[in-house]
């Protein structure tokens, strides 16, 4: 697989990602503004941290070991059918806790009981959810990049048009549904892209579990607890924070710069998820390595010198194009969040190289001590700078989490040949 081709494929995808954010984006700002948003980041928020319970944090690793293993079949079937046996049953268990407690969560997350019937559907849709990541996570670990940029395209236009349908035709609450099933629903475009490989048999997903691969699927599902439960609760702090210390407008606002900065890193992500990880799990030589960080830390400095300074630019007209009138004070920040970007475009190479490396302990203190940062920086200059307090918080918090990142590369390559 040739770096060359991953991005052209990716950058297919992920433009047709944008496009489809953009018009989702554009949608949730005309039917529920900036309150609206607010609710939304919450149970997406929510959204990342069941999944995790529910068996999808596993799946970084069934990308790794499926690439490893490239030319042992027989241990890539273990891989899956151990992975697929564990996500079924962790599924089960979190549909019924999520149905039971379904008010609880309503409550604690969007602050209002009478919307439990929304993790009603996330629980009956769950399973479906999970096994979506797993079949595309076994899709980027045999690098069938093709397929997989397939069943995200159609993921993507499944989102599309459920968000379509459910926010135009029940508003909020028809939005809250929307990004709780068209996960679930893409399950079926997935397995359908699935079926015409050569590899896939449902019989492959489900079966005994090996011992052993439950041990290294355990060692990344606890590197993705860790960053599914750091990061959504840290936001979900900050929003609570803002929402009490100033006002659910501010919260959706700052809902709004956090999409513009999700969007515009979905490219760097996604491409380091798609190629590097696979990549770096199959080197074992330092200069290797070396050569394949540098490469990724030239692609990531290439793509942001030349497209930050014109989003900057523009902000005014981006900011039109995603939202409403109503957003216009993200502007002014939006400066501040863009060089934040930066450094965590940076980061994530040397981010994205630990989970290739199952640096399990060294990840996790990363994850967990930089969401407890940016918290706290949020805390220590709101009183001071109100909403603008928050990009400065983003920047601050990255520059020292690229700098913890690049330190542990660098311990982790001493112990190299």
Not at 20 to 47: D, F, R
Not at 136 to 164: E, W
């Amino acid at each position: 697989m040739k770096l060359i081709k991953t991005t052209a494929l990716n950058g297919v995808a992920v433009t047709i990602k944008m496009l489809t954010m953009l018009a989702i984006n554009k949608m949730l700002a005309i039917y529920v503004g900036p309150t609206g948003y607010a609710a939304v980041g919450q149970l997406q928020n929510a959204i990342q941290m069941l999944t995790i319970f529910s068996g999808s944090a596993i799946n970084t690793g069934v990308t790794k070991y499926t690439a490893e293993y490239y030319d042992d079949e027989y241990s890539q079937k273990t891989i899956w059918k151990t992975a697929g046996s564990i996500s079924f049953f962790s599924a089960i268990i979190m549909s019924f806790l999520i149905a039971v407690f379904s008010k609880e969560l309503a409550e604690l997350f969007l602050h209002d009981e009478s919307l439990s019937t929304v993790f009603l559907w996330f629980a009956g849709g769950l399973i479906f959810f999970i096994f979506n990541s797993l079949l595309l996570a076994i899709l980027n670990g045999k690098k069938q990049i093709a397929h997989y940029v397939t069943a995200n395209i159609c993921g993507n236009f499944l989102a599309l048009v459920i968000t379509l349908i459910l926010t135009m035709n029940f508003g909020l609450y028809g939005a809250l549904v929307s990004l709780v099933l068209y996960q679930s629903l893409s399950f079926f475009s997935t397995i359908l892209v699935c079926y015409h490989t050569k590899w896939f048999k449902l019989s492959y997903l489900i079966g005994s579990i090996d011992p052993s691969f439950a041990r290294k699927l355990f060692y990344f599902a606890f590197m993705a607890l860790a960053s599914a439960i750091a990061l959504p609760l840290s936001n979900l702090l900050i929003r609570d924070f803002i929402v009490n210390e100033s006002s659910l407008k501010d919260a959706g606002l700052w809902e709004a710069l956090m999409r513009i900065s999700f969007a515009y890193l979905t490219f760097v992500s996604t491409l380091f998820s798609v190629y590097f990880v696979p990549r770096f799990s199959e080197l074992k030589e330092k200069e290797a390595v070396n050569n394949e960080v540098k490469k990724s830390l030239f692609m990531v400095f290439v793509f942001a010198g030349s497209s930050l300074p014109v989003l900057y630019l523009f902000r005014d007209d981006v900011i039109s194009l995603l939202f409403t009138a109503e957003f216009h004070e993200v502007s002014e920040l939006i400066g501040i969040q863009l060089i934040g970007d930066f450094f965590k475009a940076i980061a994530f190479v040397f981010a994205y190289f630990m989970i290739a490396k199952a640096n399990i302990k060294f990840f996790i203190v990363g994850e967990v001590l930089f969401s407890f940062v940016f918290v706290l920086t949020v805390q220590l200059f709101f009183p001071l700078l109100k909403l603008e307090a928050v990009a400065y918080a983003y920047l601050i918090t990255y520059l020292f989490y690229l700098i913890f990142m690049y330190a542990g590369y660098r311990n982790f390559l001493k112990k190299l040949t």
